[in-house]
């Protein structure tokens, strides 16, 4: 493998070429109109711009990019994570044309794209599973005889859907009717499939997810577990590993079943199987992710693996150079994701120009970005900026690391998730590790970083004043000086 073209974009384009070039493989960037002056655009060693800003016109355009790809004589295409990552016909069409497609077979995708076919391969395995159904629902009778049998509240969801489109929680047999119509709507309209099946609703669960990797001559390993469970709209916000509720055996289980879980499906590459696990920490299969996940960042601090290059060396046919019993856990590691919103509206998307952007630096601080100073935030796009990274000891260490960090992270010109992720990870919940998926809702109210917000501002004002006051004394010195008064004279007055 000479040169892998990056179907991708933003900070994840970066991450992947970064490694690449470290292993001596040339890249090449493909990008919209709006991204034309994007740093990944400018790291790659070749770039082609293959279409308007919107992502159907651009990204999402699987014939130009392959056929880029030829054009400019590259081996593979990593498709990142998002656009066309977990798109079976695009692993095809990329074998189909003699190309190398970093991650798994077509045929594991389709099948655990599919939320149905997924908990029926991993039911084979014996893994946990939510009570529910394995088939899609045909009619709202049929629903309402299942949901009697397991028990109300239940949850509806898109077979095909991710990021909580085509997903219902129904809380009585009244209301099940409405909300299976306006699932059905929204995963037609989402994903362009319809189906939904149901499952028993788990009220206050964590969101765990095991990361792992499987080469294509049948071993595989876990590299442990990322907690999920600080979200909005079922987006992450915070990632952490390791969990904070874990106990080695729990881990132990839960890697072995995500194991399973890709054996099932003949699996090769890096994925992640996510759990969901309730308060006495029962966990029950979620589904699979085949692909590099936005918080592979964490796994890759408390283990020393590099994903990306084990991707690329999967690919390549190569035999994982590492067992099981070689990983252990190494200290402790958080992410925030900083993205364009507004958490005092509703995390609500911002807009607008990065007037200024210092990234925070220093022992155990990470930053993945893919954007500079001066450069525009556009809304065609998921609102990431970048993911803010660190690594400590323990887990308390890594908190005060992350605090440090956002401290020192610098961001103008629009409201961003920087704040929030300060107040979040210092909150009795979170330091305790006694919080789930429902952290937002139960504990967050915006008034609560405009006091914060306050405070800064506060900070802010005595700072310019106190470095107003040193520069007109530094200029006063100096007109002094050009007078031909000396500084002991200055001082004496």
Known sequence: MQKILVANRG?????????????GIRTVA??????????????????????????????????????????????????????????????????????????PSAYSIEMMGSKIAAKQAAKKFNVPMVPGTEEPIQSAEEAIGIAKRIGFPILIKASAGGGGKGMRVVNNEEELEEQMRMAKSEALSAFGDDAVFIEKYVGAPRHIEIQLLGDQHGNYVYLFERECSVQRRHQKLIEEAPSSCLTPDIRKAMGESAVAVARSCNYHGAGTVEFLVDENLNFYFLEMNTRLQVEHCVS?????????????????????????ADLKINGHSLELRVCAEDPMNNFLP??????????????????????????DIPIFYDPMIAKLV??????????????????????????????????????????????????????????Y????????????????????????????TAQASQNGTSNWKLKRK
């Not at 006091?451 to 004394?473: I, Y």
């Open 30 to 103: 493909v990008y919209s109109e709006a991204d034309r002056n994007m740093p990944f655009v400018r790291y790659a060693d070749e770039a082609v711009c293959i279409g308007p800003a919107p992502s159907s016109q651009s990204y999402l355009r699987a014939d130009k990019i392959i056929q880029v790809a030829k054009e400019t004589g590259a081996d593979a295409i990593h498709p990142g994570y998002g656009f066309l990552s977990e798109n079976a016909g695009f692993s095809k069409a990329v074998a189909d044309a003699g190309l190398i497609f970093v991650g």
């Open 390 to 447: 660190v690594h400590a000891e323990t887990r308390d260490q890594a908190i005060e690391r992350l605090c440090r960090a956002i401290d020192e992270y610098y961001i103008k010109g629009i409201q961003t998730t920087l704040q929030f992720g300060k107040w979040a990870v210092q909150t009795e919940p979170f330091r305790t590790g006694n919080f789930d998926t429902k952290f937002i809702d139960k504990y967050f109210k915006p008034e």
């Open 350 to 375: 911002d807009t607008g120009r990065l007037e200024m952007y210092q990234p925070p630096k220093g022992p155990g601080v990470r930053v993945d970005d893919g954007y500079e100073q001066g450069q």
């Open 11 to 23: 900070e994840i384009a970066l991450r992947v070429m970064r490694t690449a070039k470290e292993m």
């Open 300 to 324: 890759e601090m408390i283990t020393g693996i590099d994903l990306v290059r084990e991707q690329i060396n999967i690919a390549r046919g190569e035999k994982l150079s590492f067992s099981q």
């Open 449 to 476: 970083l405009q006091q914060e917000n306050a405070d800064a501002e506060k900070v802010a004002a005595l700072l310019a004043g106190f470095v107003w006051t040193k520069e007109r004394k530094q200029t006063a």
